[in-house]
Every structure is written in C-alpha cells, then in structure tokens.
C-alpha cells in the first residue's frame, strides 16, 4: 500500500498517532480488460446467490453474461438512491434470500447496493461501468429524495468487499463519463493542496498521507496520459 510505504520513509510511526485504521478501499479491487466474463471466479468466495440491483439500461447490456456466472436475481434500480427505493429493493431481497449484493452500474446504483448491503449485514460486490464516481471504491453512500434533492451521507463504516473494473466497459462508455473521472480527480488534486498548504493541518498523519496520494494520482493521469489503464487505475484506485 503506497501510504504505508510513505509513511516508513518519511520514517512516521503508525504507534505515535495512536490507534486507528489505514484500511481504506475495498477488500478486494480488480481491473482488468473482458473482465465480465470471469465475474462468477472472482465472487466465489464471497457467495453462490446474488442479489443482482442494476438498472434498465445495465440490464439489456449485460446481465446475460452475468445469468451464466452465478445464480441471481435481478432487481431493477429506478434511479435515485432514495430511502423509499433502498427499503422496496430491501423488502424483495429479504424473500429471496440471497447471499451478497451485486451492484452493476454508475455512482447511484452502487450507493443504493452498498447501502442495501450494509442494512441487511450482507457482502457487497461493486461493479462499476463507468469512471464518473469512485463509488465503488468508497464506504459511503450519498442518500438523495426521490426527487432527487441531496439529503445526506450516509458513513457505511466499510467499502465494498470487492470492486470490479472491466477496463473494456469504462473504455466503451461515452468518452465524457471518462472525462469527468478525470476532472473530479484533478479536482481533488487542487483541493488537497489548497487545504495543505494552507498550514491548517500539515502536522497530521491522515493530511499527509492524503496529500501524497494526491499528488500520486496527479502524476499518474499527467504523465500516462496516453494509458487508459494506468489513468482508470488512478481514478479508482488513488
């Protein structure tokens, strides 16, 4: 893990900032090309029956290469995660009796499987078909109204046991999805050194090591711009 690696050479103890937990991310993320075919290998260890929540669209693309991975059903997500979709979609999932969580899709989706996951004590596998959101990545989730008015973030105290990335499907996806991957990292990027070099906080353990992430996943989409892989990897991964 490249924070703890900073952390030994800058020569920080992790004893003398106390006790706390560098476990950040999912349990497991892979990111690979034709990744969806191997989705039943890869979630084996995590359980035989999915609770499959995607929407309309995800579903006609890909949930035929998914019926043969694993025993599932599906649940379709109608959009907005909202408590009124998260308790419709628990209600159907507590009947079937499912053994984790598959969430397939964009930022909303995933934080409507992550939340539904973390309500019914059930794994959560993240698959994320486009590079817009590091919902996949991160253990919260954003509640909106049905509306679709923000309301609020909901802390899941963990990410998804396992994250999935088919370089294929993030490379298919319209270009601007991409796009905006990359700006809200750069985004962050610039806050963090605002923050930082503001003096506020130059002194805590968490700052620097997210400062040096930071500038990690600036360095990476800067210099390689020319490899998706390296730059879906920095998105997600930093």
Known sequence: MKWIEYLKKKKLSLEEYGSFSLKVGPSIYIQEKNLLPKVGY?????????????????????????????????????????????????????????????GMGGGKTLDTAKLVGFKLNLPVVAFATSASTCSAWTNVSVLYSKDGIYKDIINLKKSPDLTLVDEDIIIDAPKELLLSGIGDSFAKYYEARLVYESGMFKEDVFAKIGIFIADEMYKIIKEKSSELKEIIYAIYKL
């Open 42 to 102: 890869y979630c084996k260890g995590i359980g035989e029956f999915a609770g499959i929540i995607c929407d309309e669209n995800i579903y006609k693309k890909f949930c035929k290469d998914l019926s043969s991975s694993f025993k599932s059903l599906v649940f379709i997500f109608s959009g907005e995660c909202c408590l009124e979709e998260i308790n419709k979609i628990i209600e159907n999932i507590k009947k079937a009796n499912v053994d984790f969580i598959f």
